[in-house]
């Protein structure tokens, strides 16, 4: 890590990165980027917090990615809580990085933050899913809602 | 979401060992999600997966910018062969691989062929 500066890096670089990169790709192949990026951080984080093949329902996970994701790890966002709605799992998640500094009613979604968990569920239930951000912080929720289906 | 995964599966399977110099096939998600493949040995599904979805999107912003229109194929021509994108409906994209012998015509009709099947497949 850098000696002075040590590991974080302000969210303004984050955002310039991402209106950066729509700019030059275009909204919908920036978008498959940052969620493929954040896939491949969800499973690599799911192996080393040794929670793969768990399942949903153990007790850990919500805590392990609050630790790992949260305040005291690399603050992505705040994961609150997992709910299973029939064949769906619904992720709540707050102060997501995605969103953070976005003024109300801003269009703009999830993108690495739904990679990163979708990454860590797929890895968790050993499932291929498809996730959609439901319920948004910037338009009157009070989480940023992301749903996953199974696909398949 | 009940895509038929073995169905589309097959169709790629039989593209592949059916057509002479086609060497892979996979079809993924618009948002770059594996959905089915049969992709050489040593390629990563998920890689790809997301590089065709990319691609696909980032040629239908050249076709919007550069005033080209509605884009529904993209071939990339490497010295080994073709890599060949092509939209598959609202809800997929695929790819097909061919070796630079491939027949490029007939290559053409496998691809038209085989997209309507898959398009079928995923109703």
């Known amino acids: 890590m850098r000696p002075e500066l040590g590991e974080f890096s302000s969210i303004v670089c984050f955002k310039a990165l991402v209106t950066g990169a729509e700019e030059a790709l275009g909204e919908k192949a920036a978008m498959i980027t940052l969620i493929a990026a954040g896939r491949s951080r969800g499973k690599q984080l799911a192996e080393d917090l040794g929670i793969k093949g768990k399942g949903t329902s153990d007790e850990n996970i919500v805590p392990l990615l609050q630790k790992a994701l949260g305040k005291d790890g690399t603050r992505l966002c705040i994961v609150d809580k997992i709910e299973h709605e029939g064949a769906l799992i619904k992720v709540y998640c707050r102060e997501t990085i995605c969103s953070a500094g976005e003024p109300q009613g801003s269009p703009r979604k999830l993108t690495f933050t739904l990679g990163a968990i979708q990454g860590v569920l797929e890895q968790v239930t050993g499932l291929r899913l498809r996730g959609k951000q439901t319920e948004s912080v910037l338009r009157g929720g009070s989480h940023d809602v992301v749903e996953f289906e199974t696909i398949g | ?123």
């Open chain 2, 1 to 123: 979401m009940s895509i038929n995964i073995a169905k589309l599966e097959s169709i790629l399977q039989n593209l592949v060992t059916g057509t002479s110099d086609v060497e892979g096939a996979a079809l993924v998600s618009p948002d770059g999600l594996p959905l089915a493949s049969a992709l050489p040995r040593g390629m990563d599904e998920e890689r790809v997966s997301a590089m065709s979805a990319a691609m696909l999107s980032l040629g239908e912003r050249i076709g919007n910018e550069l005033a080209r229109g509605g884009i529904d194929r993209l071939y990339v021509e490497g010295d080994k062969g073709y890599g060949i994108l092509t939209s598959c409906g609202e809800e997929a994209v695929l790819l097909v691989l061919a070796s630079k012998a491939a027949k490029q015509g007939l290559l053409m009709l496998e691809i038209k062929r085989v997209t309507s099947e898959l398009k079928t497949a995923l109703q």
